[in-house]
């Protein structure tokens, strides 16, 4: 996981024009005249500053931190320097850690970055992680729910006061800043410009309010993967339609996520026609009874995170809490090669 140089010395492989964009990202001032190493200095002296460098660690997961923090000890304890698969994406995304040119899929991070979070680890820096971990697991609930929630509606699932949330929303680095508040609506900023076709969706649908399991989930991988429904259509892409368990869990992934944005059934087999799963213009009637069934049992945008068979319900309002779906007709068995690690 570690290389032997620092986040300035890997920064010197960049062009002028690379370094000049991720100062201009950063909020850095370019002085006239500058080299090359010039730039790297900045930029490095820069994001090697403790707040900098809380600002995105203090963003991890609980797995991602764990697995971080034992990846980066044993590279230390055996002095061994090997890319990754496993570094936090959020790290990659703001220039901390530095793609192999040989595997693409393959990260590398700089000693001094891997020397600083080590030495950052307190009491106060993990409850501050955890905090921060389930501020954003409530954000991601917005846009997979919601689209827009009143801020006093949200506030008390999310522990903060409005002006906090407000708050630590601005304090968000620029790769998780997705959120904007307008008359008192937390909006997700993609959904903005559809509020009205969302509102007259949603009507007067009661918010669904996820228990913290399902946050947990939300956060970490963006969408729900331990579901009955879910697991469900992987046992059924396994088992009927030969796939292995990698694709089974990453088309479940995007099926559910067309579903939760309420796509039909058709756009579902187009997408598994496109992934090459089905054979253009198949129907298999098993998978379609299966699809139907799940879009009933899938959390939707237009429901404000409720289903369909929820709603269907005299009284959803009174199951806020209940997160297990009702399936009906599809047997449920719990798949023993299911992966540890779902798809983001």
Request: proline share 5%; hydrophobic share 40%; charged share 30%.
């Amino acid at each position: 996981m570690i290389c032997k140089k620092t986040l300035k010395e890997c920064m010197e492989f960049y062009s002028k024009d690379i370094l000049m964009s991720m100062m201009k990202d950063k909020g850095i001032e370019a002085e006239e005249n500058m080299t090359r190493k010039d730039m790297c200095k900045k930029l490095a002296d820069y994001m090697m500053q403790p707040k900098e460098l809380e600002l995105y660690f203090s963003c991890l997961f609980d797995d991602e931190a764990a697995r971080l923090e034992h990846a980066i000890k044993e590279d230390f304890a055996n002095d061994s320097y090997e890319g990754s698969y496993v570094i936090p994406m959020l790290l990659c995304q703001a220039e901390y850690a530095f793609r192999s040119t040989e595997d693409p899929e393959m990260f590398w991070l700089p000693y001094d970055v891997a020397d600083a979070y080590l030495n950052m680890q307190s009491e106060a820096f993990t409850e501050k992680r955890k905090s921060q971990a389930y501020f954003l697991s409530c954000l991601m609930a917005v846009d997979t729910f919601y689209g827009n929630i009143p801020l006093k509606t949200i506030a008390p699932l999310m522990k903060k006061s409005e002006e906090e949330i407000m708050k630590a929303i601005i304090a968000l680095p620029k790769e998780l800043c997705h959120y904007m508040v307008i008359n008192g609506l937390l909006y997700h900023r993609d959904l903005y410009l559809e509020d009205y076709g969302l509102a007259c969706e949603q009507k007067d649908v009661p918010y669904y309010i996820p228990d913290d399991e399902e946050l947990e989930e939300l956060g970490r991988w963006g969408y729900l993967p331990t579901r009955a429904e879910m697991r469900a259509l992987v046992n059924h892409l396994i088992t009927e339609r030969k796939m292995d368990v990698e694709s089974a869990e990453y088309v479940s992934m995007w099926i559910q996520k067309i579903t939760a944005a309420d796509g039909s059934i058709e756009d579902i087999l187009e997408y598994l026609e496109d992934f090459g799963t089905l054979e253009t213009g198949e129907v298999p009637l098993d998978l379609v009874e299966l699809l139907q069934v799940f879009q009933r049992n899938t959390r939707k945008l237009c429901n404000r995170g409720f289903t369909d068979m929820e709603l269907s319900m005299a009284e959803p309002a009174t199951i806020l809490k209940q997160n297990q779906p009702i399936i009906f007709s599809i047997p449920y068995e719990e798949n023993p090669q299911t992966l540890d690690v779902p798809f983001q």
